[in-house]
């Protein structure tokens, strides 16, 4: 249903994006830009109708007063992989931008696997449009990431004495992970495809490190910080690392899924499986409610924590004044920034969602007897 019937349907029950209209505000304030996760995906957003200009509107959501809107471009994660696949989601996002910025958007967030599509500061996007404030929204998802860790943890009873390994310590996230869960007293080891990546890691944190999760041994919890095909668990994986007869907690913050769906549902009792990196807040809303947010794999009230950034950045400059945020470079991902966003996140009464898997409540967190 999501093709452009879809399409038409959110359009014509905006009520609040009609007032706006009539009103004379712009169209929309933040725009979040993303690729596709992958084929399944594409499927939903398009249906049999893929755009002539390459990109769409996606779901919209509202939050104190911000309109924010998918944009979604006809790229997925996998075609981003290789050159021509890069080049023409870099081209597309620029389209991308052009239309929001016509329509009034202030903020734009790269997200999924757009992030990195310019660079590590973005510097050539942001003057091209010198008007729009850029973030990559990993401050967000760090800080709601952090918040689910440290529940999941606890909720299993998992004391500082546990093993922990993160999938992808290299990355933004996994290697804040690392950082955060170290300082917390955890043993900390490290997995992921790239080797060099990985030793660097280890040298600077002084981790174990492999490329084998079988010179990893045994571990009590996984926190999957990528979605590599080179580091992705599925149901063998999950058997190399479970302490016998206990299930394996797995905190996945990857998009798309490095546990996904279907190798979850093929062992699902040998796992506690925890979506990571969302916020919540009551005042969230999607046009089309449930239509909207189960397209996205999550629940009422629930956006993903990069999404939340954007909207609360809008939130802090636009309408509570805090305009020195505007002149924060957001691709800049520490302990600052992350401090930033929370005040930010506060303000705008965002917190961390109840757990869920795939969108649906997490049952327990019991490990036990399996």
């Not at 992958?38 to 499927?43: G, L």
């Not at 690392?178 to 490290?190: D, I, K, S, W």
Request: net charge positive.
């Amino acid at each position: 249903m999501m093709g452009e019937l879809w399409r038409w349907l959110v359009a014509l029950c905006d009520v609040r994006g009609w007032w706006r209209l009539l009103t004379g505000q712009a169209a929309v304030d933040v725009v979040f830009i993303s690729n596709l996760r992958d084929e399944a995906e594409r499927q939903r957003f398009f249906g049999r109708w893929r755009p002539r200009s390459g990109h769409a509107n996606g779901p919209r959501v509202y939050l104190n007063g911000v309109a924010g809107r998918i944009r979604g471009i006809d790229v997925t994660a996998e075609e981003m992989l290789s050159k021509e696949g890069r080049k023409r989601a870099q081209q597309l996002f620029i389209a991308a931008c052009e239309w929001a910025e016509q329509r009034g958007a202030r903020v734009i967030l790269l997200a999924a696997s757009t992030k990195r599509l310019f660079g590590r500061d973005g510097r050539a996007l942001k003057a091209r449009f010198p008007n729009l404030l850029f973030t990559i929204g990993d401050n967000g998802t760090a800080t709601m990431l952090w918040s689910d860790i440290r529940r999941a943890l606890r909720e299993a009873r998992l004391l500082h004495h546990a093993r922990v390994l993160v999938i992808g310590p290299y990355g933004i996230l996994g290697e804040a992970a690392t950082r955060q869960l170290l300082e917390a007293g955890y043993e900390v080891l490290g997995y992921g495809g790239n080797a060099s990546a990985l030793a660097e890691i280890s040298e600077r944190y002084g981790i174990a490190v492999s490329t084998d999760l079988a010179l990893l041994g045994k571990v009590d919890a996984v926190i999957a910080c990528t979605h590599s095909s080179t580091a992705k668990l599925d149901p063998a994986a999950i058997e190399l690392l479970r302490q016998p007869g206990r299930r394996l907690l797995v905190v996945d913050v990857a998009e798309p899924a490095n546990l996904d769906i279907d190798a979850y549902a093929r062992c699902r009792d040998a796992v506690v499986r925890q979506d990571a990196g969302n916020a919540f807040s009551e005042r969230l809303h999607y046009v089309l409610g449930p239509l909207s947010w189960s397209m996205l794999m999550l629940s009422k009230g629930v956006i993903f924590g990069c999404f939340a950034e954007a909207m609360a950045l809008y939130h802090a400059i636009h309408q509570r004044g805090e305009v020195h945020l505007a002149q924060v470079d957001w691709f800049v991902v520490d302990e600052v920034n992350m401090q930033r966003v929370a005040h930010a996140l506060d303000h705008a009464r965002v917190e961390v969602p109840s757990p869920r898997c795939f969108g649906t409540a997490v049952p327990s967190f019991r490990l036990g007897e399996t």
